[in-house]
């Protein structure tokens, strides 16, 4: 006990000797790091002190008199006249030149030039308060301090927004409507806007976003016909309708963990109920946990339905005739049932006491106008009530970049909706771009007339700011790359464009990160990103030009049914189709979705049909028979008997051998019959009679003599047949019939 104490006692006392040593080291090494920290410091002062001494540091003034001076001297040089000079002029130059040489930054020469317009005072101040500022600043160059200076404005900036938020002020609010194919969505709103886009759009079916602003006096025209509804107590300025081809407004648009949209309008048929796009919209609504409300349009599609547009629609229900009335119920129950399935109470608007809790429902119907005023009336009181907050005014800026369009006369513009802040003519933008950010100047801000949608081509007015929730489409030099999609930010000043830049790369970083790469696959090039799962959301690239079909030929080496290019609302070029037809590219070009999708899917199934077709005489399928002895009714040439399928699937075709007779080759299986029918295949535990007719060139087998009744015949397969299986007819395969594969395998030794 005594030798353990004293052993405890010592390793005690050799952990605190060591303790104390590192303690010293650590002072020791802070002492050294501050002398280096001093002399860095002294000797930048002594560097400052020089460079005034020897008059290079300038003012701004002073500088652009020198610049001036040189050129002047420059020009008479050329001119041939002898200018008597100093000898330090030329020599200054290339210091100057130096000097720029030693700012090693991402910005291009012309921001540099741009971000050197600050006063060279400034800059002094700058240095010796960043000499005198914390340890962990010093050791970084001037380009680093400024970034985190701009960095840290940036942040202050968007603190100081986010606290003055003004609660009595509200902006409009964006408001999204989502739904099924073929449910009403588009019109809805032409009811609303008293316009008619879905007629010019393909197949009346909505292929791209749209953004409307609502004032607000079609707010207060519309909701004119509701009961209790005060248009005194309107707080907000408008509505911002965004109308989606389904769902890409909430997958692609994640402006820093939020989405878009503040508030949603569900379209549901009632005479269909919840259908496939109803519920992904439904799942990312909640995913989101964005307040949504229930619109049951095609209410006059109900037998016997009387329309009564200027009236509120709790009065036009109960005009309507008993089995309506009815039919109403009943409808809307069931779908009440299909909300509760998905894990959400459902009631009508007039019931509903709870709307936290409880999603109202609008009967509506586009076609008549019915509860079209009660529907708005509904989210101009939701909006105001439970969304004050989230609506209240506030100057950080919150876009989102929605398409990318060409417009003859303008260039390449983009379409963005303007959530918070403002935007104005001449700010320093930075949008996502398909090679990295794309910095540029807004040149125009051009807005629809109330009411008109931005994708319809229409007179747009020219303003020099715009306020928020707007649809706006932005004029500017070199947008042709922007990817849609991610937010847009703009730069108050020079030094914040490097921050702004890698805050969107990481974005896109971030977002492209959700997309995974196949080794086969088809072709798809999109301008916009977004939850590839639509195949191609909303649309492609304008055209396709020889690189892109180049670039899908290269499938052909590797599996040539993706050697495929899906073109959606796409020009394919002439040349273009011609080249792809020579190299055996395909090329699918649809206006609608839907279609190409159908296309697709057909050539998929012909492609694997005519390969089924030309591999079946080349894939054995794995089967297992044991002999029923008492059933044996020719023994040879054709060898005709009863057996019952042991595992596997027996085809017509089949080659057969017997593994404990060295393999011995018995014929090929030419028909099978089951209770006298004949059956092209026979499965697992069948009892069936088959007729195996010799190989050509082999001599006949014979029952009794080459094989016995307790032998097991199995299928004859090899490398080039499990190939086949797997390639062709994997979905006719089981998990057991891969099982007996391996097992065959070993026993005919296949690598």
């Given at each position: 006990m ?7 006692k ?11 040593e ?17 002399k ?9 002190e020089?460079?005034?001494?020897e ?5 701004k003034?002073?500088?652009e ?16 006249v002898?200018?008597p ?8 130059k ?7 040489k030693k700012?090693?930054?991402?910005q ?28 962990e ?7 680093e ?6 960095k ?15 609660l009595e ?18 019109k809805i709103?032409d009811k609303?806007?008293h316009?008619?886009?879905q007629d ?21 025209e ?11 107590t ?10 989606t ?16 949209c503040d ?26 946990k ?9 209410v ?23 089995n ?12 009440v ?6 894990g959400?109470?459902a ?8 709307p ?9 119907s ?8 009660n529907l708005?009336?509904l ?18 800026l ?23 802040g ?14 990295g ?17 931005l994708?319809?081509?229409?007179q ?11 649809g ?10 922007t ?12 030094d ?7 805050e969107?790369?990481r ?8 997309f995974?790469l ?5 072709y ?16 492609t ?21 993706y ?6 609302d ?7 189709q ?36 030309e ?15 008492a ?8 060898i ?19 593994p ?21 295949s026979a ?6 009679c088959?007729?195996i ?11 009794g ?31 057991s019939?891969w ?7 070993n ?5």
């Amino acid at each position: 006990m005594k030798e353990e104490e004293e052993s405890v006692k010592r390793e005690e006392e050799e952990r605190i000797r060591k303790m104390e040593e590192m303690e010293t080291q650590r002072l020791e090494q802070e002492r050294v790091d501050q002398e280096k920290r001093e002399k860095r410091k002294q000797k930048e002062k002594e560097r400052k002190e020089r460079l005034k001494k020897e008059g290079k540091l300038l003012t701004k003034s002073q500088k652009e008199a020198r610049a001036r001076a040189e050129t002047t001297l420059r020009m008479l040089q050329a001119q041939g006249v002898e200018v008597p000079c100093k000898d330090s002029m030329p020599k200054k130059k290339p210091v100057y030149g130096d000097k720029r040489k030693k700012k090693p930054t991402a910005q291009t020469d012309e921001e540099k030039e741009k971000g050197g317009g600050k006063d060279s005072e400034e800059e002094e101040e700058e240095e010796e308060d960043s000499s005198d500022s914390s340890e962990e600043e010093d050791g970084r160059t001037k380009e680093e301090l400024l970034y985190d200076r701009a960095k840290k404005r940036i942040e202050k900036r968007r603190a100081e927004n986010m606290r003055n938020v003004d609660l009595e002020r509200l902006r409009s609010p964006v408001v999204c409507v989502l739904g099924h194919v073929d449910t009403g969505k588009t019109k809805i709103l032409d009811k609303l806007r008293h316009t008619n886009v879905q007629d010019g759009e393909a197949g009346g079916i909505t292929q791209q976003i749209g953004a409307t602003n609502v004032p607000l006096e079609t707010i207060v025209e519309q909701t004119r016909m509701v009961k209790n509804f005060d248009k005194d107590t309107i707080k907000i300025p408008g509505m911002l309708i965004i109308d989606t081809p389904g769902h890409e407004s909430f997958s692609n648009l994640r402006n820093r963990g939020s989405s878009l949209c503040d508030i949603a309008i569900l379209v549901v048929d009632i005479m269909h109920g919840l259908e496939p796009q109803t519920l992904e919209s439904i799942n990312l609504l909640k995913e989101k946990k964005c307040p949504f409300i229930v619109a049951l349009n095609k209410v006059d599609r109900l037998y016997d339905w009387k329309k009564s547009p200027e009236t509120d629609v709790v009065a036009t229900l109960k005009k309507q005739k008993k089995n309506t009335k009815d039919e109403f119920d009943e409808r809307t129950k069931s779908i009440v049932l299909e909300f509760a399935e998905q894990g959400l109470n459902a009631a009508l608007f007039h019931e509903n006491k709870d709307p936290r809790t409880f999603v109202s429902m609008v009967p509506t119907s586009a076609h008549s106008g019915d509860g079209m005023g009660n529907l708005i009336g509904l989210l101009v009181e939701l909006t105001q009530t439970m969304l004050a907050r989230r609506l209240a005014h506030c100057d950080e800026l919150r876009a989102q970049v929605m398409e990318v369009k060409a417009l003859p006369g303008m260039g390449t513009t983009i379409d963005v909706i303007l959530i918070n802040g403002t935007l104005r003519e001449g700010e320093t933008i930075i949008v996502p771009g398909v090679d990295g950010p794309i910095i540029t100047q807004i040149r125009g801000l051009l807005l629809p007339p109330p009411l008109k949608e931005l994708r319809v081509k229409n007179q747009y007015e020219k303003h020099k700011e715009v306020n928020t929730a707007q649809g706006v489409k932005i004029l500017g030099k070199d947008l042709e790359k922007t990817l849609a999609g991610l937010p847009l930010l703009v730069a108050h000043s020079e030094d914040e464009i490097p921050v702004l830049r890698d805050e969107l790369v990481r974005e896109l970083k971030q977002t492209l990160s959700s997309f995974k790469l196949e080794e086969k696959g088809v072709y798809v090039q999109a301008s916009t990103l977004g939850s590839l799962e639509a195949l191609l959301e909303k649309h492609t690239k304008m055209f396709f030009v020889s690189k892109d079909v180049m670039k899908a030929s290269a499938m052909l080496e590797h599996d040539p049914q993706y050697a495929v290019i899906l073109a959606f609302d796409v020009k394919v070029e002439r040349d273009s189709q011609e080249m792809a037809d020579s190299l055996g590219v395909r090329v699918f070009a649809a206006e609608i979705i839907y279609h190409l999708f159908d296309s697709f899917t057909k050539y998929r199934e012909d492609y694997k049909k005519a390969k089924q077709d030309e591999f079946k005489n080349i894939a054995v399928f794995p089967v297992k028979l044991r002999i029923l002895p008492a059933f044996i009714f020719n023994s040879r040439d054709p060898i005709v008997m009863g057996v019952v399928v042991e595992a596997g699937v027996l085809h017509q075709g089949t080659p057969l051998c017997v593994p404990s007779k060295a393999f011995v080759d018995i014929g090929i299986v030419t028909s099978i019959e089951m209770n006298h029918k004949t059956v092209e295949s026979a499965k697992k535990g069948q009892e069936i009679c088959v007729k195996i007719e010799p190989i050509p060139g082999d001599s006949p087998k014979m029952f009794g003599r080459h094989f016995e009744a307790t032998d097991f015949l199995v299928s004859k397969i090899n490398r080039a047949s499990i190939d086949a299986l797997k390639s062709w007819f994997r979905d006719e395969m089981q998990k057991s019939d891969w099982q007996l594969i391996m097992e065959l395998k070993n026993t005919f030794e296949i690598i």
